[in-house]
Structure formats: C-alpha cells, structure tokens
C-alpha cells in the first residue's frame, strides 16, 4: 500500500531500478524453450554469486527469510540447547527460532554499528551454545574475526544474516563466506532485487549444500541407507517413473525436516545476474549520498550528533544509514519532526526483537540489552540513502538534514548541547 504521505524523498525506492537490461533478460527467458524453473539462468546466476563472495556453493531460494529458515534447520537444534542472537535485526533473522525448544540468549553490539559487540557475546556465549546467527548491520560488516574466535572456543557455529551486506567488504573480503552459512535477501528493498523476491545461501560445506538442494526441492532432508535392487518394480519401468530416485533411494530411519518448494524461478534469476553486475554502481551510489549526509553533519561542529564512522578495512555497503542524536528521546523527536515537515521520511530500524510480545512471551524482558535498548529507545536514526533518489532529491535531503540539526541544536543552550555520557537507562 503507498504511505499516507507522498514524501518528497521517501524512504524506500518508489518503483524499481529495473531498466532495459533486465526487461531484456526476462524477454530472453520467456521466449526461450527451457522450462521456466531450475532452468540455465538459475544456474549462471548462482555460479555469478559463488564467484562474488567466493564460497564453495550459492543455492537460490524464494526469499531471505526461506533462507534463513532453512540454515536454521541445518543447524539441527536439540531441546535444551542455546542460541545466541542479535536483537537489532528484522525479525525474520530469529523468527524460526521460536518454533524450536531452543533457549535463545540476546547479546547486546555496539553502540556505533550496532553490530554484535564480542565483548557481549564472551559474555552470553556458554558450553551449551550451539550457533550464533548476527546480521551485518545496514551494511556494515560484524566483527567477524573476534565473533569467529570466541564461537569456535565454544564449538558453536556462526551464520550470517547477509540481507544488507551485498557489496560490502571486510579487510578485503566479503561477508557471506567469513562464516559457516549466510543468508541473501532479494526483496525490491535491497541492495540488488530479482524481480521483487528471492534470496540465497552460501556455504563451503559441501554436506549442508546437499541437504539445502534437497529442503528446496521439496524432498526430505534425511540419510538413506540404499536397497539394490530397488522392490515392488521392474527395473524397465523405472525409466517411466519420475522421481524414481526419489521413491527408491533406500531406506530411512527417521527424517531431519520435511522438504518445501523454495526454487527461485529463471525469470527472476536473469535479472539477479543483470542486478549482480550493476551492483558496484548502486553501491557507490549508495556511499555518495551517506557521504554527502555524513559531511553536512560533520560541517556543525558543535551539534554533537554521532555518525558511524568504520574502521580502515571496513567497507560499508549502506544498506542504510544510520546516525545517532544524543540528549535522550526528545531530542530525537525534534529532529525526527523537523526533517517531516521538510519532506524527509525517516525510519527507526529495528525495534530491539528481545521486547516483541512473543519473545517477551518467552521470559526477555528490558534490561538484557542495555546499549541495544538506549540507542534504539532514545538516539538512533536512519535516513533515505537508496539509489532511487535522483540529484534534487539527495539535494532536498541534505538540505534538509542540515536545517534539522540546526533547527534543533541551535535554538538550546550550549550546555545542553555537549555530548552526554552514555547512560544505560
Ligand atoms: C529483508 C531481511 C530479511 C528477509 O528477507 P526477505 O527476502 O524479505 O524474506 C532477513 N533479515 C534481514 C536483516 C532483512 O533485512
């Protein structure tokens, strides 16, 4: 549904970025006689994203969120055991976690990146915990060396929520292989669509490979112990048959999960690859706006509003962008309205997960996550920065965000105006 207000830059890309290129790529498949599912275009199109984040094995799926169940289920959880999450995320990174009878431990990040912080996670992380799943926040890539260290002292395994972090870089790699599994999202929002849905997995291991190829294709992820030969059949028959191979792998003791169909079509894989190599451009579009932002900031020195600022070898992808306003909610309030009345939509991004109902359902309760809880509740923002802007309205924006932070900081006396010392709560 469009929002109420026709903001003069809105949020969210109205429309799509798809152009001629892509039109054309949908043209060849439809007027192509391979049938229109796990036809060449998907296979070219994982083949493309195999070599981008330079793992052993890119399977496509319908959505991140697919995806993301679907790691979820390699991770074969028993009762009992911890998982370690990220609050400051979409739901969809933990959703699947509350069907499981699984004990779910919330570490708290960084109060810049709002990444998980590895101080926090040597601090949740026990014998007990089984996997840690954290999201590159808006584009900028977690801590991994740190995250990976203190997960493997404790044996867990580590997956990556990479739905933002297409075109990022962390000390000359990208995310998406710094892990054991990470999960893509195609959705139109992202840093490249396919046709408005879709998402991927990627991992170097060649057993989870296997069984994610099976969960998408609707067959059942379990071990088989083969029959031969197969019975109740003549063998000349089975050339008749499809899905023989299904019906007759062998016997099976008990299955892992049931299968679904979460096949990507051909259509929307051509326009993955199409996306995949204008990617960098709408990357460099994407920091070319963040910079514009982060300079008219940077041009009032004494508004002590706080940007995030990576270290050297961190490349932020800028999925979002993200700033944080000190002196508490009010504050934030005020800049919040100014930049609506200025035409500005602004969005907070994510509500700290722990404090949904149906976690709070499960015993989380306010408290757990203190720096998550302070900057979400009280400084943190995030503005316009996707390549659907044209120049006047990356010129609208910043103008904007610069009569804000003057609006706002301007009009209060200056000890009001110096930098609080964090509080928590
Ligand atoms: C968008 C998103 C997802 C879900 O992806 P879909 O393709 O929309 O299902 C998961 N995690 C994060 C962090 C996201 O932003």
């Given at each position: 549904?469009?929002?109420?207000?026709?903001?003069?830059v809105p949020?969210?890309?109205?429309?799509?970025?798809?152009?001629d290129?892509?039109l054309?790529?949908?043209?060849e498949?439809?007027?192509s006689?391979h049938?229109l599912?796990?036809?060449?275009?998907?296979t070219?199109?994982?083949?493309?994203?195999?070599a981008y984040?330079g793992?052993?094995h890119a399977?496509?799926?319908t959505?991140?969120?697919?995806?993301?169940?679907?790691a979820?289920?390699?991770?074969?959880l028993e009762?009992g055991d911890?998982?370690?999450v990220t609050?400051?995320t979409f739901?969809?990174?933990?959703q699947?976690?509350l069907d499981?009878?699984v004990?779910?431990?919330f570490?708290?990040?960084?109060?810049?990146?709002?990444?998980?912080?590895?101080?926090?996670?040597a601090?949740?992380?026990t014998a007990?915990?089984?996997?840690?799943?954290?999201?590159?926040?808006?584009?900028?890539p977690?801590e991994m060396?740190s995250?990976l260290?203190?997960a493997r002292?404790h044996?867990?395994l580590?997956?990556e929520?990479?739905?933002?972090?297409l075109g990022a870089?962390?000390?000359?790699?990208?995310?998406?292989g710094?892990?054991?599994?990470a999960?893509w999202?195609?959705h139109t929002s992202?840093n490249i669509?396919?046709?408005?849905?879709?998402g991927?997995?990627t991992?170097?291991r060649?057993?989870?490979a296997?069984r994610?190829?099976r969960?998408?294709?609707?067959r059942v992820?379990?071990?088989f112990t083969?029959?031969?030969?197969?019975p109740?059949?003549e063998p000349?028959?089975?050339?008749?048959?499809p899905?023989?191979?299904y019906v007759?792998?062998?016997?099976?003791?008990?299955?892992?999960?049931?299968?679904t169909?979460?096949?990507l079509s051909?259509?929307?894989?051509?326009?993955?690859?199409?996306?995949?190599r204008?990617?960098?451009?709408?990357?460099?579009r994407?920091?070319a706006i963040?910079?514009?932002l982060?300079?008219?900031a940077g041009?009032?020195?004494?508004?002590?509003?706080?940007?995030q600022?990576?270290?050297a070898?961190?490349?932020?992808?800028?999925?979002l962008?993200?700033?944080?306003?000190?002196?508490g909610q009010?504050?934030?309030?005020e800049?919040?309205?100014?930049l609506?009345r200025?035409?500005?939509?602004?969005?907070?991004?994510?509500?700290p997960?722990h404090?949904?109902?149906?976690w709070q359902?499960?015993?989380h309760r306010r408290g757990?996550c203190?720096?998550?809880?302070?900057?979400w509740?009280e400084e943190?923002?995030?503005?316009p920065?996707?390549?659907g802007?044209?120049d006047a309205?990356?010129d609208r924006?910043?103008e904007a965000?610069a009569?804000?932070?003057t609006?706002?900081y301007?009009?209060?006396?200056?000890a009001?105006?110096?930098?609080?010392?964090?509080?928590t709560?």
């Open positions: 549904m469009p929002s109420a207000r026709p903001y003069d949020f969210a890309r109205r429309g799509s970025t798809l152009d290129q892509e054309a790529a949908v043209t498949v439809l007027r006689d049938p599912s796990a036809g060449p275009w998907r070219r199109f994982e083949a493309e994203f195999r984040t793992t052993r399977l496509s799926v959505s991140g969120t697919v995806a993301l169940e679907i979820l289920g390699l991770l074969d009762p911890e998982v370690v609050p400051q739901q969809a990174t933990i699947p976690l499981r009878d004990r779910v431990r570490c708290d990040v960084d109060p810049v990146s709002l990444n998980v912080d590895p101080g926090s996670l601090s949740v992380i007990r915990t089984r996997a840690v799943i954290l999201v590159h926040y808006g584009g900028w977690a060396a995250i260290r203190i002292e044996g867990a580590v997956v929520d990479c739905a933002h972090a870089e962390l000390d000359g790699r990208h995310p998406g710094l892990a054991d599994i999960c999202s195609f992202k669509t396919t046709l408005g849905e879709g991927m997995l991992t170097d060649d057993d989870w296997e994610i190829d969960l998408r294709n609707n992820d379990a071990d083969a029959v031969a030969p197969p109740g059949i000349a028959l089975l050339a008749h048959m899905y023989a191979e007759y792998r062998g016997t099976c003791d008990r299955h892992r999960r049931a299968g169909n979460a096949t051909d259509a929307a894989a051509a326009v993955g690859s199409v996306q995949l204008k990617l960098d451009g709408f990357v460099a994407r920091r963040c910079a514009r982060d300079e008219v041009a009032l020195p004494d508004v002590p509003i706080r940007l600022r990576p270290r070898g961190v490349g932020h992808a800028q999925h962008y993200t700033c944080f306003v000190p002196g009010e504050r934030r309030r800049l919040v309205e100014a609506d200025r035409g500005v939509e602004v969005q907070l991004r994510y509500f997960l404090l949904v109902p149906e359902a499960r015993g757990e203190p720096v998550a809880e302070r900057v509740f943190h923002l995030n503005l920065a996707h390549p802007l044209s309205q990356v924006l910043t965000f009569d804000s932070l609006e706002v301007r009009s209060r006396p200056a009001a105006r110096a930098p609080q010392v964090a509080r709560r």
